[in-house]
């Protein structure tokens, strides 16, 4: 056979910056294999060579020292019968408090209840699993009768219950997109879930041109970066030319500042994905979904509140801010992608601004944008812009191209700009408050 030299990470091979063909087919068939990283926090590299042809290998150990882990909320619970009765009482007994209040006092209650009934569940899958084997092994010797039948039903009708468990679990951590209608395949989303882990994990950043390891001071070089990014000095009066962009009708900026209503707060919710990663204050739309008989009118009013004042209080914005490489490998910190992990107060208020916005979007968006417009697509810009240079090209003509750099722009926008835009087009000043 001879010696096999493919690789799966760029770390792995000393002077190399990206994976060849070979290795992204070798990593591909790990996949297709399902084979599973009984250690996935460690990494393997080579020590000096000194003077052999061959160099030892060391295995070093990534594991990292995070802390308390975040409270997150799992779809499992919900296979539990008491559960939802759990929250109703704790929701009642909790009192008139104000939603994010009561939201995050339920916290102790909810770690309690799963640590008592959902702790550790593959122990308890093969609890089951050792009992079961007892039974076939006593009726293997001859030991026949209907309690015994009986016995071994409840044991298989009690670990496909933990089982079933165990598939919803991995399926929520993986995040698959294709997880909805599929099999169960807890192998499959574990493997997942835990390449997720090791290909997000970030041992070193390029920020500023500088090298930077520890996780402790990435993050702080990446908060400062990002705090430098987005600082905003003032600046003076923004304005543009009348007649760029076309106007919104007073209807129609009259019809976006009425006031929501519960039923529309109700379908926002039912509008957001159930499953995505939980919200900074650890819990998903579908934990909001499945309680609303409990928690939907307090949930309602605190949304219904926060248009009311046009402004969020501090504690409905808190906000995390996760950071995603763009590809696997990524290096500086211009390939990461900050995330943002709002609460689901924010998500949903997002949900009802964003779904007014469409009904007058089609009105307002030149026919020359391209991008983040339904039904057109980003490379038409490019495509245009090629077919341009071409034309030039052909007819021999003098011109002359501008090239403008506007990376990160998107987000970038003063705050102040989009008010005055705004204003221009002719959205009232109730809604530039809801937006700015």
């Given at each position: 056979?001879?010696?096999?030299?493919?690789?799966?990470?760029?770390?792995?091979?000393?002077?190399?910056?990206?994976?060849?063909?070979?290795?992204?087919?070798?990593?591909?068939w790990i996949?297709?294999?399902?084979?599973?990283?009984?250690?996935?926090?460690?990494i393997?590299?080579?020590g000096?060579?000194?003077?052999?042809?061959?160099?030892?290998?060391?295995?070093e150990?990534r594991?990292?020292?995070?802390g308390?882990?975040?409270?997150?909320?799992l779809?499992?619970?919900?296979t539990?019968?008491g559960?939802?009765?759990?929250?109703?009482?704790?929701?009642r007994?909790?009192?008139d408090v104000?939603?994010?209040?009561k939201?995050?006092?339920?916290l102790?209650?909810?770690?309690?209840?799963?640590?008592?009934?959902?702790?550790?569940?593959?122990?308890?899958?093969q609890k089951?699993e050792?009992?079961?084997?007892k039974?076939?092994?006593?009726?293997?010797?001859g030991?026949?009768?209907?309690?015994?039948?009986?016995?071994?039903?409840?044991?298989?009708?009690?670990?496909?219950i933990?089982?079933?468990?165990?598939d919803?679990?991995?399926?929520?951590?993986s995040?698959?997109?294709?997880?909805?209608?599929?099999?169960?395949?807890?192998?499959?989303?574990?493997?997942?879930?835990?390449?997720?882990?090791?290909?997000?994990?970030?041992?070193?950043?390029?920020?500023?041109?500088?090298?930077?390891?520890?996780?402790?001071r990435?993050?702080v070089?990446?908060?400062d970066?990002?705090?430098?990014?987005h600082?905003?000095?003032?600046s003076s009066?923004?304005?543009?030319r009348?007649?760029?962009?076309?106007?919104?009708?007073?209807?129609?900026?009259?019809?976006?500042?009425v006031?929501?209503?519960?039923e529309?707060?109700?379908?926002?919710?039912?509008?957001?994905?159930?499953?995505?990663a939980?919200s900074s204050?650890g819990?998903?739309?579908?934990?909001i979904?499945?309680?609303?008989e409990e928690?939907?009118?307090?949930?309602?009013?605190?949304?219904?509140?926060?248009?009311?004042m046009a402004?969020?209080?501090a504690?409905?914005n808190?906000?995390?801010?996760?950071?995603a490489?763009?590809?696997?490998?990524?290096?500086e910190?211009?390939?990461?992608?900050?995330i943002?992990?709002?609460?689901?107060v924010?998500k949903?208020i997002?949900?009802?601004l964003?779904?007014?916005?469409?009904?007058v979007?089609?009105g307002?968006?030149?026919?020359?944008?391209?991008?983040?417009?339904?039904g057109?697509?980003?490379?038409d810009?490019?495509?245009?812009?090629?077919?341009?240079v071409?034309?030039?090209?052909?007819?021999?003509?003098?011109?002359?191209i501008?090239?403008?750099?506007?990376?990160?722009?998107?987000?970038?926008?003063?705050?102040?700009?989009v008010?005055?835009?705004?204003?221009?087009?002719g959205?009232?000043?109730?809604?530039?408050a809801?937006?700015?």
């Amino acid at each position: 056979m001879g010696d096999f030299n493919e690789i799966v990470y760029v770390e792995e091979r000393k002077g190399v910056t990206s994976l060849p063909a070979s290795a992204k087919e070798f990593r591909a068939w790990i996949n297709d294999m399902e084979l599973l990283d009984k250690y996935p926090d460690t990494i393997l590299r080579g020590g000096p060579r000194g003077l052999s042809d061959h160099c030892h290998l060391i295995v070093e150990d990534r594991r990292l020292v995070q802390g308390t882990k975040p409270f997150r909320s799992l779809d499992s619970w919900f296979t539990h019968e008491g559960f939802q009765r759990m929250v109703k009482e704790e929701w009642r007994r909790l009192g008139d408090v104000q939603f994010l209040d009561k939201l995050k006092a339920l916290l102790k209650s909810l770690n309690r209840w799963h640590k008592q009934y959902f702790r550790n569940i593959p122990e308890k899958i093969q609890k089951f699993e050792v009992e079961i084997k007892k039974v076939d092994d006593m009726v293997s010797n001859g030991v026949h009768d209907g309690t015994i039948e009986a016995r071994r039903k409840t044991l298989v009708r009690c670990c496909e219950i933990w089982y079933t468990r165990q598939d919803i679990h991995w399926k929520q951590m993986s995040r698959s997109r294709h997880a909805k209608e599929m099999d169960r395949n807890t192998r499959h989303f574990n493997n997942i879930a835990s390449a997720g882990r090791k290909n997000n994990r970030i041992d070193s950043l390029v920020i500023n041109g500088r090298l930077v390891r520890n996780h402790a001071r990435i993050k702080v070089a990446t908060r400062d970066f990002y705090r430098n990014l987005h600082h905003q000095e003032d600046s003076s009066n923004i304005n543009f030319r009348d007649g760029l962009v076309n106007w919104l009708e007073l209807e129609e900026a009259q019809a976006l500042e009425v006031l929501t209503s519960a039923e529309e707060v109700k379908d926002a919710v039912w509008e957001c994905e159930s499953s995505k990663a939980s919200s900074s204050d650890g819990y998903n739309t579908n934990f909001i979904k499945r309680c609303w008989e409990e928690i939907g009118v307090k949930f309602t009013k605190a949304v219904l509140s926060l248009f009311e004042m046009a402004r969020l209080p501090a504690e409905s914005n808190v906000t995390w801010v996760a950071l995603a490489s763009k590809f696997l490998g990524a290096k500086e910190i211009k390939d990461i992608r900050p995330i943002s992990i709002a609460r689901c107060v924010y998500k949903v208020i997002s949900k009802v601004l964003t779904k007014r916005m469409k009904s007058v979007i089609p009105g307002l968006v030149g026919e020359s944008q391209s991008a983040f417009v339904k039904g057109r697509r980003i490379h038409d810009g490019a495509l245009i812009a090629g077919e341009t240079v071409q034309w030039l090209k052909l007819k021999k003509k003098a011109s002359a191209i501008i090239k403008l750099d506007f990376q990160k722009a998107y987000d970038r926008v003063k705050s102040n700009f989009v008010d005055i835009v705004l204003e221009k087009i002719g959205f009232g000043r109730r809604w530039r408050a809801w937006i700015t």
